[in-house]
Every structure is written in C-alpha cells, then in structure tokens.
C-alpha cells in the first residue's frame, strides 16, 4: 500500500512450487521478505492465507463481445471481473477495441497486449479482424506488434466455406515473412488453430505459441517440445465446439464432424502434450463469446487433461508469468498477489474462491 500502512501476510506463501515462506510483506506496493522497521502495530494490517502470484490469463479478450469491439464502460466491467477473480495479468489474445486507457488505472489488471486480430477476408467472426490477403501480412504484422506489447496474434485457420471444413489461412511463404517480420520488431507471435492443417507451415515459420491447438497429433506434439512452442489450449472454450457443431450441421456437415472429433479427443491432446513437455498455459478465451472470470475453471480442466494440480497452477501463475517475463513473488516486486484460505495445491478448486486479492500493494475487489 502506498499510504503508509504494511500488510502482513502470515501463512504460507507460494513464491515456487517448491519455495514456500511462512510470511511475506507489503511495503509502499512491493513484496519484501523482511519485516520493516518501525512499522507501528496500529499500521499494520495481517492477513493469513495461502498466498499465489496474481493469475494470470494468457488468453483473455478486453474491450471485446460477440458482436465486436466495446465501449470502455463494458471493457472496465470486463477487466474487474478478472481482476475480482484473482487475474491479475492478462495476455490480451487481440481486441478490436483500443483498451490502452487501462494501463493508467491502478485498479485494474495489467494487460500484454497483441493488437488486433489479423485474419484472411472473410475468415473470422466478424468485426474482430483486420481482414487481410497474404501479400500484406507482414506489413500488418509489424503495424500490430508495434501496437502491442510483445505479441501479435494471427487466424491460422478457420471454416472455409466452399471447402465446407476447417482450412488454414495463410501460405507458407507469408507466414515466414510475417513472424520474421515480428521477430524483427522484438515480438512474439501466437496463433488461433483448431485444426492440425495449418500447424506445420506455422511450426516451420518459426511461431511461438498456439491457441485452442485442439487439432495437435502423434507427430505435431514431439516438434512442439522440442521447439518450445507453448499452447494456450482454452479448454472451457472447446467445451462450446458441440453447440457450434450442431448450429452448423445442415450447412456444413463435414466441419460440424471435425469440430466434434477435437472436441472428443481434447482430454488427450492436452494430456498428451503435456506427457511430451510441450508448455500449457492457462487462457479462458473470455471476452468473445465467454464470460470473465472463468480461469479457476480453466485450471479445473487442465487437471481434467492429466496435469498435476501443481502444473495445472503453475500455467496459471509461477510458469505463465516467468513465460511472459513478469515477476512474481520475488523480494521487491510489485505486490500483485491472491490469498487462499486452503492449499491450492492440494484442490485447485480454492481458486474459485479468493479470501483477498493485492494488486499493486492494494486490497481490491
Ligand atoms: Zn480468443
């Protein structure tokens, strides 16, 4: 806190999976392991609890509904649902809506940012997209990833309407050009994919993370590991692809069967992945036609697939952040931080239910 008051909090404090503390303390907003001198007992305020770094969603949509961009009122809205809920870092996966305001307010959470989407003419949910052709991808990725904070998002693949199915975007060449392109301006470049097809010119063209990535194989998942490539998998996402499936049936039976077989398999994948070492991270996809607040959920469901509750967490707190070069509990960082009345460790369903949340030294929510 910033008005001279310290807060104690006693219990224990999971800077690590495996570095636990008895205590920790908040002094003008940051994280100190050393009690402070001369704090008056009146000016200190003690809590006790299980103590996390602030969640984080690495996919997550502010300033963005069903039907496009949003008024800032919405987006604030949006923000403190997440923020209420523990997230405290945001991956903005792409909005339409210039959401920059938001770095100005203490009050809500931190956002990295991946400008706006960038699809094919024609290929995405309307009015989210830059809608584009191939010859200018490059041109609009380095617009997008100076826009940003270190990410720019891409549509790999969406329906194509005369095939009747799942196709990919782009054609190899552009797709090297472009995440060269993002490289060059210090950002990394991430990928909406459902289905396997567009995963090896992306994986050759140098992508560093994978959304939804529900169309992962027996041969993709070894190339993912090895190359570092994380996935974002959105699993409360995929839950939807049945009801999508059956309002697409009659128009487009053969991309209906295949949003139903990843949907199927999506356990697997994600299980399968994670046996190979290839880096989870916890995204809840809010914000398009998901509500907020849903990253316990998410963690539930990466428990589902086979991660041990401890990864599960770590994809949604000590790996996500480290992944996105952010700090966590380390000794004078910014107290951004959620307090646990139980182990989250041992359930991860504690997270649906955060005694107290400190963003920037503050109590909030
Ligand atoms: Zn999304």
């Not at 959620?338 to 991860?348: F, G, K, L």
Request: aromatic share 6%; charged share 25%; glycine share 10%.
């Amino acid at each position: 806190m910033n008005d001279g008051a310290v807060l104690h909090i006693k219990g224990r404090v999971l800077v690590g999976p495996e570095d636990v503390r008895d205590e920790l303390w908040v002094v003008d907003g940051r994280v100190t392991y050393d009690r402070p001198a001369g704090a008056a007992a009146a000016d200190v305020r003690t809590v006790s609890g299980w103590v996390l770094p602030g969640l984080v969603d690495a996919h997550c949509h502010v300033g963005l509904d069903a039907h496009g961009a949003v008024d800032e009122a919405t987006s604030e809205k949006q923000a403190l649902t997440d923020r209420d809920t523990g997230t405290l870092l945001i991956r903005d996966a792409g909005s339409a809506a210039d959401t920059r305001w938001i770095d100005d307010r203490e009050d809500l959470p931190r956002i990295i940012r991946a400008g706006r989407h960038i699809a094919r003419t024609r290929r995405y949910i309307r009015n989210y997209a830059h809608e584009i052709e191939p010859e200018v991808l490059a041109e609009y990725v380095t617009a997008e990833a100076r826009r940003g904070d270190g990410w720019v998002k891409l549509v790999g693949d969406w329906i194509d309407r005369d095939r009747g199915d799942l196709a990919a975007c782009w054609p190899a060449d552009a797709l090297r050009a472009a995440i060269a392109a993002a490289h060059a301006e210090g950002a990394r470049v991430t990928a909406h994919c459902f289905a396997a097809e567009s995963l090896p010119d992306l994986l050759a063209a140098g992508i560093d993370c994978v959304e939804h990535a529900t169309g992962l194989t027996e041969e993709l998942i070894p190339q993912f590991a090895e190359r570092g490539v994380a996935i974002v998998p959105t699993l409360v996402n995929i839950a939807t692809f049945p009801a999508l499936a059956d309002g697409g049936e009659a128009k487009f039976p053969a991309w209906s069967a295949h949003m139903r077989r990843l949907h199927e398999r999506r356990y697997d994948t994600v299980g399968a992945a994670n046996d190979a070492g290839v880096p989870i991270f916890v995204g809840t996809d809010a914000g398009g036609s998901l509500a907020h607040g849903l990253v316990a959920d998410e963690v539930a469901e990466l428990v589902k697939a086979g991660l041990t509750p401890t990864a599960a967490l770590s994809a949604a707190s000590w790996g996500a952040r480290a992944w996105l070069g952010r700090d966590g509990l380390s000794e004078g960082a910014s107290a951004d931080l959620v307090v646990y009345a139980s182990d989250p460790r041992a359930d991860v369903r504690v997270l649906a239910d955060p005694q107290l949340v400190v963003l920037r030294g503050r109590p909030v929510g």
